[in-house]
Every structure is written in structure tokens, then in C-alpha cells.
């Protein structure tokens, strides 16, 4: 069973049956322990989850065991996680870009104490969710493009149908950090929550050069595209106070120009907008 696992490599795609034949482990839940082969499976689900699993640069936080109430660090799987640098249980990492299909990441460990936050439960209550930094121990996350692609076409329909309040919770939940992974260049995973508040507080106006978007998108909605104003490539944050919606020809000029009074103006005009959303 051992060598099952010590044959599996970074991005091998696997179903539940396969995987649970690997590890010997339940066919379900986000957290499975396996006796037979002393392994915890974490699988962080970007398709069907209510947890807020992220990546901030190369530690995935994840969010612990318990889909209603408070979490506790004492539960099930939890106790697991929480003490894998002592108790000799391996942790490998899924991740789910398409629904039933499992890619594996890596044995990954715990890169700091695990953390408390307030999450929404799958009732949609405020509760305290455990979260638990956790880092590869060898390599670095690979993410197909198109699996990257699926997982940002689901969020962008979800994005849609939030609130101006979610949007900016979510925004604020993501931290400041564009997660990098490795195609064949690198490139950033940037938050939907943070690009489509940027563009539901523009109202279909261009952030600099203030006119209307210049056309609609095929569902009749005004087309205009997300820009950090300090570039993620230089540092910036992928937050909303570094996010506005710009028409594509004002996008372009930011990208080859990048003029410091534009900047400024951006700032301003950002800054100008969240206030206004927190009056």
C-alpha cells in the first residue's frame, strides 16, 4: 500500500475510488484518516467547499474540520492535524479543480500553529473555524492552466450573485498576497472576490478616464477589466484598495505607460469608492 503512495506524483489525477485505494482511506470528507497506511488526506475543495481554503504564496490555510458551529482543535481530524509534527502521521494534499477529480499535490507539513477565525457555517451562521497553515515539504504547486481556468469560471459565477457586502468580506478574507504557481512561466492566482467588487463599485464607468464601459459583454453586462495599481509582478497586494476596473484601452495604457500622476489618480479614486461602500 506504501508504495502506492510513494509512486504518486505532483498533479496525477485521481477518482475517489483511486484514491481511497491508495491510502486506504473513507471515500468521503475533506479530512480522512487512514489507519492502514498512517496518513491524513487533506483534500481542499475549490468546486463544491463552504470553506475559505487559500493560498498565500506557497502555504495553503486551510480550514479545519466541522460544518456547523464552532470548530475545535480537540476534534477528530483536527486533533490529527494539529499534532502531525509530533504523532507520525504523514499528511498528503488534494486539490479539486473539477468536480470528482482529485489532483494530488504533495505530503505537505505544518508551517506554524493552527489559527482561529470567524467563517460562516454551512447555515450560513458566524462561527470560529480553525485554520492550519500548511506547506509542500519538497517542490512547488503545479496547477494546470485549464484547471486554474475551471476554478476561475466557478468563482465568477458565484461572484455575480453576492452581495456588495459578501464580496467585500470575502475581498477582505483573501489576503494581501496574489498566490504565484508554476505553468510553464509564472502566474498569479488572483481573488474573483477582490475583481468583481472592483467592478460592481464602477458601475460601468472607467476608474481613470471616467467614460462609460465602451460595450456590453454577451450577457448585457458593461465590459471592463480588473487592474492592480501597484502590479502584482512589483509587489502589490491583490486587495481591493490596490483593484480598479479600468475600459481596455485605459488597461493598456497602465500596462505600457504606467504614469505616476495616473497611479495617484487611481489610488484616490479607489480609496474614494470603498469609502462611499462603508458609509
Known sequence: MMSKISLLTSGAKLNNTELCEVFGCSPQGGMRRSHKTNTLIIVSNHIKSIYDDRWVDDVLHYTGMGSKGDQSLTFQQNKTLAESRTNGVAVHLFEVFTDQEYTYIGEVALDGEPYSETQDDEQGNPRKAYIFPLKLVTGERQVRKEDRENVESVRVRKAKKLTLEELQSLAAKGGKTATRYQQQSTSYERNIWVAELAKRLAKGQCQLCLQPAPFKN??????????????????????????????????????????????????????????????
Open 218 to 279: 454577451a450577457k448585457g453586462e458593461p465590459y471592463l477589466e480588473t487592474h492592480h495599481i501597484v502590479w502584482l509582478a512589483k509587489g502589490g497586494d491583490d486587495t481591493a484598495e490596490n483593484t480598479v476596473a479600468l475600459c481596455p484601452n485605459c488597461h493598456k495604457k497602465m500596462h505600457i505607460v504606467d504614469d505616476a500622476k495616473d497611479v495617484e489618480v487611481l489610488k484616490s479614486r479607489s480609496n474614494k469608492l470603498l469609502e462611499e461602500l462603508n458609509q
